[in-house]
């Protein structure tokens, strides 16, 4: 894939199409923020945008402007993603101009980061109106919106509710159903979840995802019993965090440590590895 991305890079450069270069710039930024390479992802992202917005192809730059901001985000950059996302929604609801699924993507996004910031009843409210608005239209988003709305009514206190509503399969889903079967008491199923999200995030080499889910396969194996799963999870999982500062840099890894969410995982981490010593 990563060859294709260059052929085609190299394509739009000889023929000096610049269309075709931004083409070539958002996939292979695309391809990296797959694998949670945000910082480099945001290298391709930003050239691609300079070439939209001199274009001025306003769906372009909103969707380049939505996914910087979720990248930013991520990276709990929240200063500077919630100033390109507020830029992606003037475009987004431009008077006249409305661009209905951007607009959709935005307020997912904006959910999705507020779950991370801990304001789950927030992140609940914006859920609940993307689904009335998104309606039959946009069955991608929808379940989307659904796997945000199970971890969000987990963490705003009905995990057993949010569990029973997580949507099933794909990796991503699996590791809302074990955290979420985590919170309601569930270990076992949290486990076996958590696993198989695990394995598939590490053949994608999606660490930021991956650490996550062997915190949560420690947790679930310390509530089962199993006090040596528990310790040699929860290390594979600070060794794959710690990892990111490379990946990221420091700037970023910093910031990624401030973000409330991750701060909660890397205090259940250091909690697990202590009792283990």
Known sequence: VQVAHEQLAQLANELKDQSLVALAQTEQASALARQESF?????????????????????????????RGAALARMGRYDEAQDL??????IANKP???????????????????????????????????????????????????????????????????????????????????ETALLSGDAETALANSQQAQEIFA?????????????????????????????EYAAKGAEILASLQGRWGTVSYEAYL??????????????IVSAAN
């Not at 996302?85 to 003037?90: G, T, V, Y």
């Not at 992140?123 to 946009?138: E, M, P, Q, R, W």
């Open 39 to 67: 910082s480099e992802a945001l290298d391709h992202w930003v050239p691609a945008f300079l070439i939209y917005s001199a274009q001025g192809v306003q769906r372009s730059m909103g969707y380049n402007l939505l996914v």
């Open 85 to 90: 996302l507020n830029q992606a929604s003037q």
């Open 96 to 178: 006249g101009g409305e661009l209905k699924s951007l607009s959709l993507d935005l307020q997912l996004t904006e959910a999705q980061v507020a779950i991370t910031q801990g304001k789950f009843v927030e992140a609940k409210g914006i859920i609940d109106k993307v689904l009335t608005k998104a309606g039959s239209d946009f069955p991608s988003l929808t379940w989307e919106a659904k796997l945000l709305s199970s971890l969000a009514q987990a963490y705003s206190g009905n995990a057993a509710t949010a569990k029973q509503n997580a949507p099933a399969k794909l990796a991503r889903a699996q590791l809302v159903l074990a």
């Open 203 to 231: 053949r994608g080499t999606q660490s930021d995802s991956e650490w996550r889910a062997w915190v949560i396969a420690a947790a679930a194996s310390k509530k089962t019993g199993d006090a040596l799963k528990a310790k």
């Open 258 to 271: 401030r973000r409330p969410d991750i701060q909660r995982l890397h205090q259940q981490l250091d909690q």
